[in-house]
């Protein structure tokens, strides 16, 4: 905000620019404080953001403020240069000058403020991506996680299935080896009976027997080969 300049004579002026180099230093410290504030945060909370936003404005109120103060400083250089007495010259001359001196005091040490400023935001700025890169990469472990759970119970289930067919080749390889030890004994029987000379009827009704006993282990096989294929067909 701008202040009057009094009157318009030297004296007000420089009173004008006294008081806004008071203002400008209080301003100019508030802004110091506000940034230890954020300094001390590790990150830009919500609080953080309002207390962001307030110094941006104060900021560039002090600015304005050094503008007011320069362009005073013109006007007042302006002035002196037309006083008569060379003693009273060059007393404003040098207070001029100090005015000067002060507000390009100021405005170097508001650009410091800004560009510190303008660093933090952005290293808080960074460590939020950081963080949010990190939480992204935690998901992906997790579903590489489930992937190799699901892998894992593919390969048990491999497992079980293997483990199956080998039951079922065993028992298959089992009963083979009985059906021939049933035939060497069908035939040891048809020799005796024969021997004892049974009618051709009995030995019939033996060889229907043996067919009917040939159908069950075909069926007998294929339904084990059923049941392995729907075990199997079910854990995929």
Aim: glycine content about 4%; proline content about 1%.
């Amino acid at each position: 905000m701008a202040v009057e300049a009094g009157d318009g004579s030297l004296s007000g002026l420089y009173s004008s620019s006294k008081r806004l180099s008071l203002k400008v230093r209080d301003s100019l410290e508030r802004l110091e404080r506000s940034e230890y504030t954020l300094k001390s945060s590790s990150s830009l909370s919500s609080s953080n953001a309002v207390v962001s936003g307030s110094s941006d404005e104060q900021a560039t109120t002090i600015r304005l403020d050094i503008n007011q103060i320069q362009s005073l400083c013109s006007d007042m250089d302006r002035l002196w240069r037309s006083i008569p007495s060379k003693p009273q010259r060059d007393i404003w001359k040098r207070k001029v000058e100090q005015v000067s001196e002060e507000a390009e005091s100021f405005r170097a040490s508001l650009d410091k403020y800004l560009s510190r400023h303008q660093k933090q935001i952005q290293e808080a700025q960074e460590r939020a991506e950081l963080l949010g890169r990190a939480s992204g990469d935690s998901h992906v472990l997790r579903i590489f996680d489930e992937e190799a759970q699901a892998m894992e119970s593919v390969r048990r289930s491999s497992r079980v299935l293997e483990e199956s067919f080998a039951t079922g080749v065993a028992i298959l390889s089992k009963y083979s080896e009985q059906r021939d030890h049933l035939k060497r004994a069908q035939r040891k029987a048809l020799d005796v009976l024969n021997t004892l000379g049974l009618s051709n009827s009995l030995l019939r009704l033996i060889e229907r027997r043996n067919r009917v006993d040939k159908w069950i282990k075909y069926a007998g096989m294929i339904l084990t080969v059923i049941i392995l294929i729907v075990f199997w067909r079910w854990t995929r």
